[in-house]
């Protein structure tokens, strides 16, 4: 769904040289920063202003924005539905041999496999 929309609009993930892939990376991490960004404002942030309350429908549509940017960037790197499930379930079972270990020092190499 969110290749048709992106073509829609005249974005076509899978058709990018390496310079309009490293655009698009930027372009998504970018758009996904702006969302965090909105995000944040749904929630009462401000501890000096008692008048906010936290708006989750609001929150909840920032994360499936999140959601749609996300999913381009991946298909920006080439990874299908799949890809990014395999890889989650990877880095899932590393994050827990961290907590396991107690996580005292950075091991760049238990995420390789990755």
Known sequence: MQ??????IGVCTD????????EWVLNYCRA???????????VPWKW???????????????VVD??????SLAQTLGM??????????KKNEVNF???ESGYTEKNEDDSRHI
Do not use: C, G, P
């Open 48 to 62: 000096w202003a008692k008048y906010q309350k936290l708006d989750e429908q609001n929150a909840r549509v920032e």
């Open 3 to 8: 290749k048709a929309l992106n073509e829609r």
């Open 80 to 89: 299908s539905a799949d890809d990014v499930f395999e890889a989650y379930m």
């Open 32 to 42: 996904m920063s702006q969302e965090l960004a909105e995000l944040t404002d749904s």
């Open 15 to 22: 058709k990018f040289d390496d310079e309009q892939k490293t």
């Open 97 to 99: 041999q961290r907590q």
């Open 66 to 71: 999140l959601f749609h940017f996300l999913i």
